[in-house]
Structure formats: C-alpha cells, structure tokens
C-alpha cells in the first residue's frame, strides 16, 4: 500500500465515521456516467471503459449494504442509447447483460428490470427476466436495473396502462377525467410500490437529469460529482451522503 491509498482509506474511515445512519437515503438512483471519457482518458476502448463501469456496480452495492440503503436505482441503458451504431451497442448489451447476471448470482440482491422491455433485443429481455425471477426471494437491498428507460416513455408508458385499465372496467373518459390524480398515475409507473428515490448522484461533472426518474424525482435531493463512474470511490459515495444529510427537505413547505 503506497502513501496515497494510506491517507486515502484514512480519510475515507474519518467521513463514514462521522456519518449518521439514521440520515442515510433510503433509495438512491444513480445515473452511471462517464464510462466512455474514462477509456478514453485512459488510453482504453470505450467497450473497455463499460466494462470498468459494470465492475463497479457490484462495489457501489457493497457500500450501500454498509450504510442500511434499501433500494438502488441503476441507470444502465437510456432509451436514447439505443439509436446508437449497431457496432456500439451490441457490445454494451452484452456488458449489461453480464452486469446483471453478476448482480443475480450473488444472492445478496433482489434485481428488478424498470424501462420498457419490449424495446430490448429478445436475449437481453431473456436476462432480465430470469434476473428477476431467480432473486425474488431474496432479501437485500432492492436493485431496479434501468435498461431501456426514458423517463418520459414511463410516464407515457404508466398513462397507457391507466387508460387500458379503465376501459377494461368500462370506465368512460369523462368519468376518468374526474377521478385521476397523481397516485392513480404513480400506480402504474415500472417502481410502484417503491419508495421515490431519497438521493439522485449522477458522476462525470454533468448537471441534469436527462429524463432520469422525472416522475419519482419531483423531490430527491441531487448530488452531482465530478469524477467518471468507473473512478467512484466509496470516498465519493460517503460524501454524498454527507452532503445529503446536510441538507433540510421541505418537500414544498
């Protein structure tokens, strides 16, 4: 161990022993940035620079466990992504894939797919699946795997299913137009049931949400740091949630 990672671990064991469990987030979505500006910056390929941002998922995890957070939403794949170069995002859906597999046979997670997966290339879908189903009894930390998700095609996604709904139950539009209100959308977001997330850190130094969670997020509290998502150290996560139990949230009061 050189000098740097000494003081590094030092000062890491100094913010977490200052934290206060009792003020720790309860759902933290995370939008995983950065990744290709880290290959790049390394001298590597952006496939290589996916891959060191999938290994670091299972880090993030462990951290969270230490500190009671009880569910994680991981931005993986945008919808956006998805127009990109064939020769692109084969590659990454295989990384994600394989990310996901990971987070499964660990037996710590329970892994549950948000986004919309009729967008998804049938094996990726396959994954997803047999994901959800292998974990759903487990009892750890609650882990959404955002693939395929856009925030404005959940919310078209959860109108959708509202109207369908109704008219199954022969519901008229002029009736629905009097009773819906927020909860009857949230019902049918892809995380009802779930908390709205507490905290939202996104890495790479961007600030904005890009269409992250625009729903579940009217409230969270965002922390925006500097560092590409591979390089996230647990002394980057710490300081989150410092920051984050710092602030006071009015919820609109």
């Known amino acids: 161990m050189n000098l740097r990672d000494l003081v590094y671990g030092l000062y890491a064991r100094r913010v977490e022993g200052r934290l206060d469990h009792a003020q720790v987030p309860k759902h933290i979505g995370v939008i995983l940035d950065g990744n290709r500006r880290w290959a790049k910056a390394s001298g590597g390929t952006p496939e290589q620079g996916h891959k060191a941002g999938a290994d670091k998922i299972q880090e993030l995890l462990g951290w969270c466990a230490e500190t009671d957070v009880e569910v994680v939403t991981l931005w993986m794949l945008s919808t956006d992504n998805l127009n990109r170069p064939e020769e692109q995002l084969i590659p990454l859906l295989g990384i994600i894939e394989n990310a996901v597999r990971a987070l499964a046979a660990d037996g710590r997670w329970r892994v549950n797919h948000v986004g919309t997966m009729d967008l998804l290339p049938a094996r990726t879908q396959s994954v997803l699946k047999e994901a959800e189903q292998s974990t759903h009894d ?110 006071h949230r009015r919820y609109g009061t």
């Open 138 to 247: 487990n009892t750890g930390i609650l882990v959404n795997v955002a693939v395929g998700y856009g925030g404005r095609q959940e919310i078209a996604d959860a109108v959708r299913s509202l109207l369908l709904e109704h008219a199954e139950r022969g519901t008229s539009f002029e009736e629905l137009a009097e009773i819906v209100d927020v909860e009857h959308i949230s019902e049918h977001l892809y995380t009802r049931g779930q908390p709205d997330p507490d905290l939202v850190i996104r890495t790479s130094g961007e600030q904005r949400l890009s269409g992250f969670m625009l729903w579940q997020s009217a409230h969270s509290e965002y922390y925006f740091c500097e560092v590409h998502w591979p390089a996230f150290r647990k002394v980057d996560f710490l300081r989150a949630l410092r920051d984050y139990a710092a602030r």
